[in-house]
């Protein structure tokens, strides 16, 4: 069964920088993250393929970064200029192969303070 462990995340200024990390237990076709904010449904944050195709949520674009290693059993998010509409629980998600089902990691907190 898959498993997604994340790491990373915490307490930043607005303006700042965080990186989370998640790593899976199986080389993984696609992997990124989505974030829930309070009140809010579930969104895209940014997402890798095996093809290293990138695609991110409007309101993280150009500002997010996401990278994997070459055998795609991690991804790096690197979020910078942190605003306080940042703040959510950031999941870790992924698909081994393009046909399944998406597997998610626990989530880990991000908040920005104004």
């Known amino acids: 069964q898959v498993q997604l462990v994340e790491s990373g995340g915490g307490l930043v200024q607005a303006g700042g920088s965080l990186r989370l990390s998640c790593t899976a237990s199986?080389?993984?076709?696609?992997m990124g993250w989505y974030r829930q904010a309070p009140g809010k449904e579930r969104e895209l944050v940014a997402m890798?393929?095996?093809?290293?195709?990138?695609s991110y949520g409007d309101s993280v674009k150009g500002r997010f970064i996401i990278s994997r290693n070459s055998v795609g059993t991690a991804v790096n998010l690197q979020m910078n200029s942190l605003k306080p509409e940042d703040t959510a629980v950031y999941y870790c998600?992924?698909?081994?192969?393009?046909?399944?089902?998406?597997?998610w990691g626990q989530g880990t907190q991000v908040t920005v303070s104004s």
């Open positions: 998600a992924g698909r081994s192969i393009l046909s399944a089902p998406i597997t």
């Open positions: 199986v080389n993984m076709y696609s």
């Open positions: 890798i393929n095996r093809s290293r195709a990138t």
